[in-house]
């Protein structure tokens, strides 16, 4: 089932693919889009500096905004 | 061997540039990777690894097993049209800071028993 909140976040997914950000690597887990898996890393001169904080996004609602313009 | 099976790697490290892109077998393992990040790493950053063991490979949101095989680390979702793989790199802390801390820290520590046998 294809919701909004589904095309968004594949979209999502695939600009982060495109040009990942430097500080953090995500990825939905294998076939489910609401669940996802993240790495940031410690930003310098932080307590968490040279370590990995390791996460799992678990997306509840079905809500999520189309569209963040609309939050300015 | 068909030019389609080999996958297409690139790898960011912590200043946001990347080494690569570089075509790798799906069969090939994270330790691989790890040498040839090693080898190929620029000169003249302030950090360079020395070893494959002085880094960390993340992708897909996990961080890398040596062991795991290209193909195990792909991201789901294979059916989207992407190109280039980027892969994030990390560099050891132990191997980072004692680079930065060898010239601050060099007080010997004086080790001195202080148990007394009556």
Not at chain 2, 25 to 49: F, G, H, N, Q, Y
Not at chain 2, 94 to 100: L, N, Q, T, V
Request: proline share 8%; aromatic share 6%.
């Amino acid at each position: 089932m294809l919701t909004p909140t589904r095309k968004r976040l594949m979209r999502d997914f695939k600009r982060l693919q495109q040009d990942p950000p430097t500080g953090i690597n995500v990825a939905p887990q294998d076939n489910n889009i609401m669940l996802w898996n993240a790495v940031i890393f410690g930003p310098d001169e932080t307590p968490w500096d040279g370590g990995e904080l390791i996460l799992a996004l678990h997306l509840l609602s079905e809500n999520i905004c189309e569209d963040e313009q609309l939050y300015v | 061997m068909p030019e389609e099976d080999l996958v297409e790697l690139q790898f960011r490290i912590y200043d946001g540039s990347d080494i690569g892109p570089f075509r790798y077998s799906p069969a090939s393992t994270v330790a691989m990777l790890k040498e040839r990040i090693v080898a190929e790493w620029p000169k003249d950053k302030k950090i360079i690894p020395k070893a494959a063991n002085d880094i960390k490979l993340i992708s897909a949101g996990k961080i890398l097993e040596n062991n795991k095989t290209v193909g195990q680390c792909r991201a789901p979702f294979g059916e989207l049209p992407i190109g280039v793989i980027t892969m994030h790199v990390v560099v050891q802390p132990s191997f980072a800071k004692a680079k930065a801390e060898k010239d601050v820290d060099e007080v010997p520590r004086k080790h001195v028993c202080g148990c007394s046998i009556l």
